[in-house]
């Protein structure tokens, strides 16, 4: 399941021409207007964007804790085991990820 990840997340998110992908963290990233909105973890592991008012219930999900990257946590992202991402949770993660990340001004091409 773990390299079937952008797949499914590719099929959730469909042909929406504001959704970009890049490669980051060792993965792949789906940014929305320029702005992270989920993506893919090497270990298979989701990294969703839910922003520090989302955080505390994102927390509670199944297989959810807070991103740690190079010994610091980051505020507002949140790690997801694959064991805890069936198709259902899935498309709870990105929806969430898209409350937060869809309001936000698109992003400048640089």
């Known amino acids: 399941m773990t390299d079937d990840l952008p797949d499914r997340i590719r099929a959730e998110i469909g042909d929406d021409p504001n959704i970009g992908e890049i490669r980051m963290f060792g993965g792949i990233c789906f940014m929305l207007n320029g702005n992270m909105l989920v993506g893919t973890m090497k270990d298979g592991k989701?990294?969703?964007?839910?922003?520090?008012?989302q955080e505390a219930a994102a927390l509670t999900k199944p297989g959810a804790a807070r991103m740690n990257f190079t010994g610091r946590d980051m505020k507002g992202f949140v790690l997801v085991g694959p064991e805890a991402l069936d198709d259902k949770a899935l498309r709870e993660w990105i929806a969430m990820a898209s409350t937060?990340?869809?309001?936000?001004?698109?992003k400048k091409k640089k």
Do not use: H, I, K, S
């Open 46 to 53: 989701l990294l969703a964007r839910v922003g520090d008012e």
């Open 100 to 106: 937060y990340v869809g309001p936000m001004p698109p």
